[in-house]
């Protein structure tokens, strides 16, 4: 028996805000993703997070169930939305870059293919 108290999950959660200093609206959020993420029915993630839990972000936060601030909400879909962006603007920039590379290495077999055509003229 590795657990010290009848609360096995209550146990984990403090030693774990201790451990990685969490505040209390840390603790919310990661039960919120929790039973977000769980394998609970329907029900159970509806009495848990709230009826629209499926729903990402401040859409699917019920404050009075989670007591995750809609800020905090916000912040995480605001994070999630710049990442995004930033991950398309370096997917496309490496899409370009490969097209150039592309590019270039049909043009040198083009002017070999030419070079070596004019030669064998000669």
Not at 69 to 94: C, G, W
Request: charged share 20%.
């Amino acid at each position: 028996q590795i657990h010290l108290t009848r609360d096995p999950l209550v146990e984990e959660y403090s030693i774990a805000a201790q451990v990685y200093r969490l505040s209390a609206m840390d603790l919310c959020e990661i039960a919120m993703n929790s039973v977000c993420q769980s394998g609970f029915e329907n029900d159970v993630k509806i009495q848990w997070a709230g009826e629209n839990w499926y729903k990402p972000f401040s859409a699917g936060n019920d404050i009075n169930k989670t007591n995750v601030p809609m800020i905090r909400s916000r912040f995480r879909e605001q994070t999630m939305r710049q990442e995004y962006t930033f991950l398309e603007n370096a997917s496309l920039e490496a899409q370009a870059q490969a097209e150039a590379q592309a590019q270039a290495h049909v043009q040198a077999q083009v002017q070999a293919h030419v070079q070596a055509h004019v030669q064998a003229q000669a």
